[in-house]
């Protein structure tokens, strides 16, 4: 009986689909099957001795002195696993003799990842920019996500993600140039916002489409676009859009005030549709907003704090480079979790925030700190900082 095609996608979600039945790693919480089953579909080519299979799930880890009995445990959830789409399938796929693992190559196979490579390189290797324009954009529609997304981080295949998001990223940027190239700038904000989406801090992709939506009907939404790669960078990175960048939005929206838009647009573009959290900013906007409250309490008598945050070792000294990093993302997830949406904060360096606390007394203040570090320490037991604040009210400027 022959068999039919097994499709499988390894770009964001990990799946297996056959005859219309799909398994992915989304359902299920059995890391070690999806790694073993990417593994073996990845180095498909050539025969896999156990030994490999079991420094990769295991790490050579003391703790397990029985490691051939553990991987003959996961190989049986795995045809488990497989059973759930074939149960011929789950028998001939993948087998395991004489301490090798091989794959079935009789059964027809279609992988996005080959199916991508294959359309870049196409594309890549010819002269006639309509030919590569529509290989660029078969390949684009193909990467949903980085490589193994869900799992990637926990075995060897890291660099095989980056080869894949840098030729993704490639293709697409040469796809945009074309396009615009052609006036097609629905085609290039659509390659843009996804491009936005999986590859954050790439500027390209915001530049491009603060361009081209300047001459569509989204041109109202430039602003938001801007202003949401600026809260990224300022949050995540510490950093400001290039000049490049900001010269781009303004004269992007330059362009869309030709279109004469309505009141209801502008209002639309700056209404806040959603809030995450507290306010994080740069310190030259924490400083406008902290003059700003300043002048605006002096008649409205609402008391306002500021405090600074800071984060040392034991001895109160300052911790390593590499410790203060991951402390610092650490800290920035329980600030932007625990604080109030009306709530602002800015790094002022790497071991100390700056924090403007609203409408709150200095003993509220002194508690939701606290809350904070307590928070922190319950959090992350082993980690090397040790939190501490001082607080200070906001005088009116008259």
């Known amino acids: 009986m022959p068999f039919s095609t097994l499709n499988i996608k390894m770009f964001g979600d990990f799946s297996l689909e056959y005859n219309n039945k799909k398994i992915s790693d989304y359902d299920n919480r059995s890391k070690k099957v999806w790694i073993l089953l990417a593994y073996l579909v990845y180095y498909r080519h050539r025969a896999i001795p156990k030994e490999e299979i079991i420094s990769l799930l295991w790490q050579n880890d003391k703790k397990f002195s029985d490691t051939n009995n553990l991987l003959k445990a996961v190989f049986h959830r795995l045809r488990k696993f497989l059973k759930t789409l074939d149960l011929t399938l789950s028998k001939e796929l993948i087998s395991l003799n004489k301490g090798y693992f091989s794959w079935n190559h009789d059964i027809p196979l279609k992988l996005d990842i080959e199916e991508f490579e294959n359309l870049c390189n196409c594309g890549l290797n010819t002269q006639n920019s309509t030919a590569r324009l529509s290989f660029f954009l078969k390949a684009i529609d193909i990467y949903k996500g980085r490589f193994l997304s869900r799992i990637n981080s926990d075995f060897k295949l890291l660099s095989v993600s980056s080869f894949f998001h840098n030729l993704y990223v490639r293709i697409s940027q040469q796809a945009v140039l074309i396009l615009e190239h052609e006036n097609k700038y629905n085609d290039v904000c659509k390659i843009c916002k996804k491009g936005c989406e999986l590859d954050l801090y790439n500027e390209f992709f915001y530049q491009h489409l603060m361009k081209n939506m300047a001459y569509t009907d989204s041109a109202s939404d430039i602003t938001s676009v801007y202003y949401n790669m600026e809260r990224l960078f300022e949050t995540s990175l510490g950093t400001k859009p290039s000049t490049e960048s900001v010269n781009i939005f303004h004269l992007a929206t330059n362009k869309s005030d030709n279109k004469n838009l309505s009141t209801d647009d502008i209002f639309s573009a700056i209404k806040i549709k959603d809030i995450d959290g507290c306010f994080f900013c740069n310190y030259d906007t ?29 001895y109160g000294n300052p911790l390593s480079y590499r410790s203060l990093c991951h402390c610092n993302e650490q800290i920035d997830s329980l600030l932007k979790n625990h604080l109030r949406k009306s709530d602002i904060v800015c790094r002022y360096n790497k071991s100390d925030y700056l924090l403007l606390l609203l409408h709150s007394t200095k003993h509220n203040c002194s508690k939701a700190l606290d809350r904070i570090i307590y928070l922190y320490k319950r959090s992350y037991p082993r980690s090397p900082a040790v939190l501490s604040y001082s607080l200070n009210e906001v005088n009116p400027i008259i």
């Open 286 to 314: 924490f400083q406008a907003i902290h003059r700003f409250i300043a002048c605006s309490i002096s008649r409205s008598h609402t008391l306002v704090h500021t405090a600074i945050l800071s984060v040392k070792d034991i």
